[in-house]
């Protein structure tokens, strides 16, 4: 498999594709193939097939990246045979048979454990899920710190749910184990403790981890950077 591998987008918890726009733009504009493909945030299994399969449709390798949960999903969903790479911003690097909940259990709350909403949601034919999101007055602070208000209001009011189910859901593989993976903390993080997104990319044994003093959303504050990295991995990928 040979060329300049097509980037994948994988959005997180709370967000959507639009989150990544900023870097979206960047890496289109420097002539990279880029697609940023919709998340349901339903279930680990669930977002991990899909977005496997969604790169198996892909003609040629495939640089995966994915912020927050999306990181998550393409731990378990870079197996695909056509993904070269692994890039990880701010996002969870599981264990085969790890679950978000467990591997965040091994350090203190980050300022999102407070701020956590709950609402049920309809299953056909099963009792109703339960989707969890962010309060909205806590959203700015906690998932859009660095935005300017009016950007982090609309976020918050827009924001995509992540299933309960998700939380407690082991990674089924670990892509990192056999594809070559990159890593951005993002340091200045109030959804996620810095130190699960050190622990997790080290554990990988990533082949770099960029340290940002951003918060969260780092590809909307930081979007040069994020494209940097992404586009370092896929200079040594070609």
């Known amino acids: 498999m040979s060329g300049s591998p097509t980037i994948v987008l994988v959005h997180g918890a709370f967000a959507d594709a639009a989150s ?3 870097v979206t733009k960047l890496l289109l504009d420097q002539g990279h193939r880029v697609l940023v493909p919709p998340v349901s945030n ?3 299994s ?14 040629g390798p495939v640089l995966l990246a994915g912020h927050s ?19 990880f911003v701010a996002a969870y690097a599981l264990e085969e048979g790890e679950s978000l909940g467990t591997l965040q259990g091994g350090f203190p709350d ?18 109703p899920g339960t989707d969890v999101s962010v309060a909205i007055d806590a959203f700015p602070a906690v998932f859009a710190g660095g935005l300017a208000p009016e950007v982090a209001t609309v976020l918050a009011v827009s924001q995509r749910p992540l299933s309960a189910v998700a939380f407690g859901e082991p990674a089924s593989v670990a892509a990192w184990k056999t594809k ?3 890593g ?7 959804t996620i403790n810095p130190d699960v997104e050190r622990f997790g990319y ?13 918060p969260h959303l780092v590809m909307q504050t930081h979007p040069a950077e994020v494209a940097g990295v992404i586009t370092d991995a896929v200079a040594e990928l070609s």
């Open 180 to 182: 070559p993976s990159w």
């Open 20 to 22: 990544w726009a900023p």
């Open 42 to 44: 339903r279930s680990l």
């Open 184 to 190: 951005i903390v993002s340091s200045a993080d109030h």
């Open 202 to 214: 080290q554990r990988a044994g990533v082949r770099t981890v960029t340290e940002i003093d951003a």
């Open 69 to 87: 949960y999306g990181g998550a999903v393409i731990t378990v969903a870079g197996v695909a045979e056509n993904v070269v790479g692994l890039v």
């Open 46 to 59: 669930g977002d991990a097939a899909y977005i496997r399969s969604f790169v198996e449709q892909i003609d």
């Open 110 to 127: 980050s300022d999102l454990a407070a701020a956590l909403v709950y609402a049920p949601y309809p299953v056909d034919g099963a009792e």
